[in-house]
Nanobody
Framework: VQLQASGGGLVQAGESLRISCVAS????????MGWFRQAPGKEREFVAT????????VYANSVKGRFTISRNNAKNTLYLQMNTLKPEDTASYYC????????????????WGQGTQVTVSS
């Protein structure tokens, strides 16, 4: 499966942004999808995941209550709605696909998209 993320940009602290990831080349609904992020000089970290099937969702504690992950299988698209953004949310955001059920570890994801940059100014 090929993944294409988009929608990043520059926003001020407290504002909202929605990023998207379009999948192609395979049956999107059969993959668990995840969002990860990586800031300069830091390791890639888990943000959120939504499973295939029943759509079980897991969030990182740092974004719980502010970010919402969702998917539209008919449009082969994954979303991440980010509200009340903070400067520490600044990072390149990556979407990823896994055959596993509800995976939060990056090593469990077989396919990755390119990053989309999100910058939050204070």
């Amino acid at each position: 499966v090929q993944l294409q993320a988009s929608g990043g940009g520059l926003v001020q602290a407290g504002e909202s942004l929605r990023i998207s990831c379009v999948a192609s080349g395979d049956t999107f609904s059969t993959y668990t999808m995840g969002w990860f992020r990586q800031a300069p000089g830091k390791e890639r970290e888990f943000v959120a995941t939504i499973s295939w099937g029943d759509g079980t969702i897991v969030y990182a504690n740092s974004v719980k209550g502010r970010f919402t992950i969702s998917r539209n299988n008919a449009k082969n698209t994954l979303y991440l709605q980010m509200n009340t953004l903070k400067p520490e949310d600044t990072a390149s955001y990556y979407c990823a696909a896994s055959h596993r059920y509800s995976a939060s570890a990056a090593v469990l994801y077989e396919y990755w998209g390119q990053g989309t940059q999100v910058t939050v100014s204070s």
